[in-house]
């Protein structure tokens, strides 16, 4: 086994805060396979403990900034 981790899939609309039910835009890998979802606040509010005991953290909360139709060039 070579530790490597598989691709996260994109965050989607089906994908919810573990904590609160709100859109999740923040994907916790633990060890073991296990995973948390959570919505930007409740990432905010756990980042530090999470930081330390999480494998990946995929972090799509610079969704909440694009605008529908915004160019970025």
């Given at each position: 086994m070579s530790g490597a981790i598989a691709p996260t899939k994109p965050l989607t609309a089906s994908d919810i805060c573990d904590r609160c039910g709100a859109p999740a835009y923040v994907r916790v890998l633990l060890p073991g396979s296990a995973?948390?979802?959570f919505c930007a606040h409740h990432n905010r509010k756990h980042a530090d403990a999470l930081a330390k005991v999480a494998v990946e953290i995929q972090d799509e909360?610079?969704?909440l900034s694009d605008k529908p139709g915004s160019d970025s060039r």
């Amino acid at each position: 086994m070579s530790g490597a981790i598989a691709p996260t899939k994109p965050l989607t609309a089906s994908d919810i805060c573990d904590r609160c039910g709100a859109p999740a835009y923040v994907r916790v890998l633990l060890p073991g396979s296990a995973e948390l979802l959570f919505c930007a606040h409740h990432n905010r509010k756990h980042a530090d403990a999470l930081a330390k005991v999480a494998v990946e953290i995929q972090d799509e909360t610079g969704r909440l900034s694009d605008k529908p139709g915004s160019d970025s060039r």
